[in-house]
T-cell receptor
Framework: GQQLNQSPQSMFIQEGEDVSMNCTSS?????WLWYKQDPGEGPVLLIA?????ELTSNGRLTAQFGITRKDSFLNISASIPSDVGIYFC????????????FGSGTRLLVRP | GAGVSQSPSNKVTEKGKDVELRCDPI?????LYWYRQSLGQGLEFLIY????????KSGLPSDRFSAERTGGSVSTLTIQRTQQEDSAVYLC??????????????FGSGTRLTVV
């Protein structure tokens, strides 16, 4: 099925560094969501974006809904060991009120 | 319950056997979703239930896959004649009908299916 292009696939960072990841799509989305998944758990919602250009923060996390409605990014500032996990972007297409399209994930590994 | 409950958490089955995966959504959530997560991949939509409406089965990969939801609550995903490519984590999620995807819905911890 259709998936979003998410990058990078994985990254090692030094504790305290800032992190950036992004998703792009050929389709326009009404909603962009960012999730984090810990091992053995389901994804947990971090940030939801509903309007083109919207910039939203949740603690050290900041995400933006791209102006073209075809992309989004997530930034994590001052990373800490508990940020380790897989981050997924997900988008809701204009022709579906309930179905999400997911990116393939960014695996974040932090060096203490 | 407090969260979405899935069982079993892990299932190992022989190729060709049938399996049933169970999902117990959050009380009061009328919308229920099944997704599949293959190794190193994102989540793939399988099926959506909303109240008494006909389910959206458009994501089911083959006719070996079926799902039902009884009494508007518990859902069972059945895979018949399992194949090795069915090995994945099967995730269930639920939400209130009026928020749908905008709330990001709540996922269970998944069932890890391994077909040997």
């Amino acid at each position: 099925g259709q998936q979003l292009n998410q990058s990078p696939q994985s990254m090692f960072i030094q504790e305290g560094e800032d992190v950036s990841m992004n998703c792009t799509s050929s389709s326009i989305f009404n909603t962009w969501l960012w999730y984090k998944q810990d091992p053995g758990e389901g994804p947990v919602l971090l940030i939801a974006l509903y309007k083109a250009g919207e910039l939203t923060s949740n603690g050290r996390l900041t995400a933006q809904f791209g102006i073209t409605r075809k992309d989004s990014f997530l930034n994590i500032s001052a990373s800490i060991p508990s940020d380790v996990g897989i981050y997924f972007c997900a988008g809701q297409r204009v022709d579906s009120s309930y179905k999400l399209i997911f990116g393939s994930g960014t695996r974040l590994l932090v060096r203490p | 319950g407090a969260g979405v409950s899935q069982s079993p958490s892990n299932k190992v089955t022989e190729k060709g056997k049938d399996v049933e995966l169970r999902c117990d959504p959050i009380s009061g959530h009328t919308a229920l979703y099944w997704y599949r997560q293959s190794l190193g991949q994102g989540l793939e939509f399988l099926i959506y239930f909303q109240g008494n409406s006909a389910p959206d089965k458009s994501g089911l990969p083959s006719d070996r896959f079926s799902a039902e939801r009884t009494g508007g609550s518990v859902s069972t995903l059945t895979i018949q004649r399992t194949q090795q490519e069915d090995s994945a984590v099967y995730l269930c999620a639920s939400s209130f009908s009026w928020t749908g995807v905008s709330s990001g819905y709540t996922f269970g911890s998944g069932t890890r299916l391994t077909v040997v």
